[in-house]
């Protein structure tokens, strides 16, 4: 579906090296998420934003940080990459009016 | 935080045969959502349960809310074969952060 999107789909990169992968919605909604998906341990919530320049932390934040200058990108930011973070990143943002997540496609980053 | 358990783990069945899968958490909750996830595909949205309601349909689906146990199972009925994809269960934590369980994996046999 239209709507949220994520780029890149696929990244390959070396240790040590940045990383930014960027979520892009056109529905003007409030909150966003980033979530990584690993084999094991289901979808964990990295950091969400519940505005433009509003920024939290979830329960795997280390590693990362997040940025919302505009209300329809938010970003993610691995400072300097590690293997441990090699996953499937999802992005993500909220209804406002029921609460439900739509998802994009998933980033899928090999760190080596 | 909190997350949502699901049980089983993994189901496989036949085609035209009912599943059946249960989540469980830990603490109060504003609501409970069901999401599937095809393989290489981002999660979609299958249904809503608020916590003062104790079920709902949506087509195939027939979810339960039981908060006294702190749980929820949804029904899929007749299952297809398209019907094959992971299911989470996310518990919506009043804080508008959405936890999610660790998947059920489900197979539809033809």
């Known amino acids: 579906d239209a709507g949220i999107t994520q780029s890149p789909r696929h990244k390959v990169t070396e240790t040590g090296t940045p990383v930014t992968l960027r979520c892009h919605q056109t529905e003007n909604h409030r909150y966003m998420y980033w979530y990584r998906q690993d084999p094991g341990h289901g979808l964990r919530l990295i950091h969400y934003s519940y505005g433009v320049k509003d920024t939290d932390k979830g329960e795997v934040s280390d590693g990362y940080s997040v940025s919302r200058s505009k209300t329809e990108d938010f970003l993610l930011t691995l400072e300097s990459a590690t293997s441990s973070q090699t996953s499937v990143y999802f992005c993500?943002?909220?209804?406002?009016?029921?609460?439900?997540?739509?998802f994009g496609e998933g980033s899928r980053l090999t760190v080596l | 935080s909190q997350q949502g358990e699901e049980d089983p783990q993994a189901l496989s069945i036949q085609e035209g045969e009912n599943a059946t899968m249960n989540c469980s958490y830990k603490?109060?909750?504003?609501?409970l959502q069901w999401y599937r996830q095809n393989s290489g595909r981002g999660l979609v949205h299958l249904i809503l349960?608020?916590?003062?309601?104790r079920e709902k349909h949506s087509g195939r689906l027939r979810v339960t809310l039981d908060t006294s146990k702190k749980s929820s199972s949804l029904l899929i009925t007749a299952s297809r074969a398209a019907d094959t994809a992971s299911y989470f269960c996310?518990?919506?934590?009043?804080?508008?952060?959405?936890?999610f369980g660790k998947g059920n994996q489900v197979v539809v046999i033809p």
């Open positions: 349960i608020r916590s003062n309601e």
């Open positions: 996310a518990t919506d934590e009043r804080n508008n952060r959405l936890a």
């Open positions: 993500a943002m909220r209804q406002d009016s029921t609460g439900e997540l739509f």
């Open positions: 603490t109060s909750i504003n609501n």
